[in-house]
């Protein structure tokens, strides 16, 4: 009885150990550049989470929460998507322009952590950066060059009527699915001209200022010794 008590206890040491370690954090710092020449990011999302959370699948119908980041720029509801998985969440606010760049310091998992970083692109219909589910570097630093990707819930119709923003001022988040929707997340694909004025008298912006080809950001994550 004494050998199974102790065996039990020495158990539930382990036990112990393996979930203090498993919730051990260190920080990292995050450095996000817009690589674009003419589109800006809205306020930057930065989480690091556990494995069990992605912000999309490729080929898979966006989340009303990612539908209405990449529509809108709002974080607010990818926020509350990810929180029960997330050891820290952030949003950087402000613009992030042509050229500029930006930094924080989160906390995350120290071993086997995640992290992601999203932002819309304005002026655009739908289209947002992401890094999705990257693992967190053990130790020194990783980069990622970011593609923009389309989350295939507004037709790319580049109708300032459409886009929100300083540029346009425009609807943002549509909730109502259109025909020209795509249906699911996919590599965005840029600007395209498609004319000046559309249907509803609306500013069509063109590929001359706006377009870009991919990658559109870059990250950086380094762990802090």
């Given at each position: 009885m004494?050998?199974?008590?102790?065996?039990?206890?020495?158990l539930l040491l382990v036990s112990s150990t393996v979930l203090a370690q498993?919730?051990?954090?260190?920080?990292?710092?995050?450095?996000?550049?817009?690589l674009t020449p003419g589109q800006t990011l809205?306020?930057?999302?930065?989480?690091?989470?556990?494995?069990?959370?992605?912000?999309?699948?490729?080929?898979?119908?966006?989340s009303q929460a990612l539908e209405i980041l990449a529509?809108?720029?709002?974080?607010?509801?990818?926020?509350?998507?990810?929180a029960n998985f997330a050891t820290e969440i952030q949003t950087i606010d402000g613009l992030l322009g042509p050229g500029e760049e930006?930094?924080?310091?989160?906390?995350?998992?120290a071993e086997r952590g995640f992290f992601t970083v999203a932002a819309m692109l304005i002026p655009t219909n739908d289209t947002?950066?992401?890094?999705?589910?990257?693992?967190?570097?053990?130790?020194g630093s990783l980069m990622r060059m970011l593609f923009g990707y389309d989350a295939g819930t507004e037709e790319n119709d580049q109708n300032c009527?459409?886009?929100?923003?300083?540029?346009?001022?425009?609807?943002?988040?549509?909730?109502?699915?259109?025909?020209?929707?795509?249906?699911?997340v996919h590599i965005g694909n840029g600007f395209h001209d498609l004319g000046e004025i559309g249907e509803n008298?609306?500013?069509?912006l063109g590929p001359r200022v706006y377009d870009w080809r991919n990658s559109v950001a870059r990250v950086v994550v380094r762990r802090i010794p």
């Open positions: 004494i050998k199974q008590t102790l065996a039990a206890f020495g498993s919730t051990e954090t260190a920080q990292y710092e995050v450095t996000i550049m817009n809205t306020p930057q999302l930065v989480i690091t989470h556990s494995f069990d959370w992605r912000l999309f699948e490729f080929g898979q119908p966006a529509e809108g720029g709002s974080t607010a509801e990818v926020s509350d998507d990810a930006v930094s924080t310091i989160i906390e995350g998992p947002f950066v992401a890094a999705n589910h990257v693992r967190l570097p053990a130790q009527l459409n886009i929100p923003g300083p540029r346009c001022g425009g609807e943002g988040y549509s909730p109502e699915p259109a025909e020209g929707d795509e249906g699911f008298g609306g500013e069509i």
